[in-house]
């Protein structure tokens, strides 16, 4: 059915909020675009004109084709080479959505992304629903097909389970880069003492590289393991510049909220590496260096403006 072009306006007005939503559910930038497509065409072959709340009905065969996603990405995620990460996005990127309140900023950080990998589908939507998009009860009842007292219960049990990890500190971008010059100062020291001072007894780090660059599958555990392994990722060699292209650029920048480390060869991001951070020190260390997962991120560094020099070179 062809679409008039005010029809085709008013999904581009949603767009931004569609891959905001998608994106907190898949935790894929490029999943998130594929499932805003499906649901343009499905619009495409709507009568339009017969929908009472045309931007609900977008909200919901979007939604229910994430949850068709996610229930098949559990089981591609078990042949999945290595630890699985959300794909990171920098600072500034439309596609982390609304940001006004606390809870919203939270729902899209880096270490509760990773959470919501321990939730259902159902549980995953109606808490992105519900925390970063404030839709009410009744509306998230609509979309899954469910009772609004089903709604209510699954989100506070969604909403225990993600409260259940470590309480997170909400930093600006300054307190953001001082952080990561922290860290890239002891991760470069070349001692494992300055890393131990920063990290919390129980701090983890865990890399994804999908199969395609070398990366750890098991975390390594506890402040002076994870020192250690630090310590000679951030060791300048030939061979690591061999292997992915040249120097690295190292640049402090946040991603999902969170500090963030960038590693740039010739223009092009090959990894991000996100900084979990709490009262007590750093929690976690978590590495993005599948190339597929970093696509997004390399178009979005060409396109903003880095005046300042990298903070060093590996």
């Known amino acids: 059915m062809a679409l008039s072009m005010s029809d085709v306006d008013r999904f581009e007005a949603a767009r931004p909020r569609l891959?905001?939503?998608a994106y907190r559910l898949l935790g894929s930038a490029g999943e998130a675009e594929?499932?805003?497509?499906?649901?343009?065409l499905r619009w495409q072959a709507t009568d339009v004109g017969r929908l009472e709340v045309p931007e609900a009905w977008l909200t919901k065969v979007l939604t229910n084709f994430?949850?068709?996603?996610?229930?098949?990405a559990r089981a591609r995620r078990e042949t999945y080479v290595g630890r699985w990460l959300p794909e990171p996005l920098l600072g500034g990127d439309p596609m982390l959505?609304?940001?006004?309140?606390?809870?919203?900023?939270e729902s899209v950080s880096y270490a509760v992304l990773v959470l919501l990998e321990r939730l259902s589908?159902?549980?995953?939507?109606?808490?992105?629903?519900r925390e970063a998009f404030d839709y009410p009860h009744r509306e998230i009842a609509g979309i899954l097909d469910i009772t609004?007292?089903?709604?209510?219960q699954i989100y506070h049990r969604a909403k225990k389970h993600v409260a259940d990890g470590r309480t997170r500190t909400e930093i600006d971008e300054a307190t953001a880069r001082r952080i990561v010059e922290e860290f890239l100062a002891a991760a470069t020291s070349g001692r494992t003492e300055p890393l131990v001072r920063l990290l919390t007894q129980d701090a983890v780090s865990v890399g994804d590289g999908g199969g395609k660059v070398p990366a750890r599958a098991k975390a390594f555990?506890?402040?002076?393991?994870?020192?250690?392994?630090?310590?000679?990722?951030?060791?300048?060699?030939?061979a690591k510049r061999a292997y992915v292209g040249g120097a690295a650029e190292i640049h402090a920048t946040t991603a999902n909220g969170e500090p963030a480390i960038v590693a740039v060869v010739d223009g092009r991001v090959v990894g991000i590496t996100c900084l979990e951070v709490t009262a007590e020190g750093i929690a976690a260390v978590r590495s993005q260096v599948n190339p597929d997962k970093l696509v997004r991120a390399t178009e979005q560094w060409a396109a903003a403006d880095h005046g300042d020099s990298p903070l060093c070179t590996l």
């Open 19 to 21: 891959e905001a939503i």
């Open 34 to 40: 594929d499932a805003v497509q499906e649901t343009f």
């Open 66 to 72: 994430c949850l068709n996603q996610l229930t098949s």
């Open 97 to 105: 959505g609304p940001a006004d309140t606390l809870e919203q900023r």
């Open 121 to 129: 589908p159902n549980e995953r939507a109606v808490y992105v629903l």
């Open 148 to 152: 609004e007292a089903a709604s209510q």
């Open 221 to 238: 555990e506890g402040a002076l393991a994870v020192a250690k392994f630090l310590r000679g990722l951030f060791k300048p060699s030939e």
